[in-house]
T-cell receptor
Framework: GAVVSQHPSWVICKSGTSVKIECRSL??????MFWYRQFPKQSLMLMAT?????????EQGVEKDKFLINHASLTLSTLTVTSAHPEDSSFYIC???????????????FGPGTRLTVL | TQLLEQSPQFLSIQEGENLTVYCNSS?????LQWYRQEPGEGPVLLVT?????EVKKLKRLTFQFGDARKDSSLHITAAQPGDTGLYLC???????????FGGGTRVLVKP
């Protein structure tokens, strides 16, 4: 399968600061990337879908001004948590899907996740 | 109410026993995927099923997609401690669409 990386793997920040998380597809071009949030012992909740070169589509209840998503290239998407608060502490996971002509067009490949702790 | 209901939520068995995890919905899915996730890591894709009635085998794991493409099951034969993890089903309503995840089934295989 294809490989997706995330950086950093974990981050601790003070309340009120902003944190940027990177998601990269290493061996394929990802026309679409997804950002999820996962709280302890729960399933993944989709936050937003981003397509390369266009604005992200956010799920209901997700503040787009707080969770800034940029998908500037076919291999990189970033999620910035602005003015983070303790309730934003969670496990953030990205996934990437290849284009329609790819053999992997039906699958999403997930990154290893980023553990965010806001003090 | 989740679009995809997984059951059971938690399963604890002894090494060597069999187990089945179910993923049910009232909606039809174009494709359905099963993932396994270990603590502190991202989900790892196990299989994708796309055809109603399809059965796929991956060593001791057997995946089935319902005839109507509304449900799926994962059966593990002779479970081993290495099978311990969170099993997630996820479906796409149409090709290329976003995935909807089930609530997950936490499996613990005791040696």
């Amino acid at each position: 399968g294809a490989v997706v990386s995330q950086h950093p793997s974990w981050v601790i920040c003070k309340s009120g600061t902003s944190v940027k998380i990177e998601c990269r597809s290493l061996d394929f071009q990802a026309t679409t990337m997804f950002w999820y949030r996962q709280f302890p012992k729960q399933s993944l909740m989709l936050m937003a879908t981003s397509n390369e070169g266009s604005k992200a589509t956010y799920e209901q209840g997700v503040e787009k001004d707080k969770f800034l998503i940029n998908h500037a290239s076919l291999t990189l998407s970033t999620l910035t948590v602005t003015s983070a608060h303790p309730e934003d502490s969670s496990f953030y996971i990205c996934s990437a899907r290849a284009g329609e002509r790819s053999q992997w067009r039906r699958e999403q490949f997930f990154g290893p996740g980023t553990r965010l702790t806001v003090l | 109410t989740q679009l995809l209901e997984q059951s059971p939520q938690f399963l604890s068995i002894q090494e060597g026993e069999n187990l089945t995890v179910y993923c049910n919905s009232s909606s039809v899915f174009s494709s359905l995927q099963w993932y396994r996730q270990e603590p502190g890591e991202g989900p790892v894709l196990l299989v994708t099923v796309v055809t109603g009635g399809e059965v796929k085998k991956l060593k001791r794991l057997t995946f089935q997609f319902g005839d109507a493409r509304k449900d799926s099951s994962l059966h593990i034969t002779a479970a081993q401690p290495g099978d311990t993890g969170l099993y997630l089903c996820a479906g796409a309503r149409a090709a290329g669409n976003k995935l909807t995840f089930g609530g997950g089934t936490r499996v613990l295989v005791k040696p």
